[in-house]
Nanobody
């Protein structure tokens, strides 16, 4: 069982940067694919970014098109943590952001591919 706790959300202005953190329980964090999803009011949950162990402790990162060039996912395995650095934020980035984990590897960008979810952290970007 993996428990995930997100933090770092808040109210920012367009153009600002924000870094989200996700802390995970468990002793095998390094083997999990860790991802960020987001859900805006009235919309479906969508993939943002993922970090996946593709073998020999080599991690590949994957991004949604809207996240490329603005968002960066990183992880610190010794701290059981994954981060999402978001730059040049836009009002349309306003959403609840969720951390997710699964004991599998590859480009996993669908909600039903993940077994564990955090409660989410709200990001609001004002114009």
């Amino acid at each position: 069982q993996v428990q995930l706790v997100e933090s770092g959300g808040g109210l920012v202005q367009a153009g600002d940067s924000l870094t989200l953190s996700c802390s995970a329980s468990g002793r095998t964090f390094s083997k999990y694919t860790m991802a960020w999803f987001r859900q805006a009011p009235g919309k479906e949950r969508e993939f943002v970014a993922a970090s996946s162990n593709i073998g020999s402790n080599i991690y590949s990162t994957y991004y949604a098109d809207f996240a490329k060039g603005r968002f960066t996912i990183s992880r610190h395995n010794a701290k059981n943590s994954v981060y999402l650095e978001m730059d040049r934020l836009l009002p349309e980035d306003t959403a609840q952001y969720f951390c997710a984990a699964v004991d599998s590897s590859g480009r996993l960008d669908k909600v039903d591919e993940y077994d564990y979810w955090g409660q989410g952290t709200q990001v609001t970007v004002s114009s």
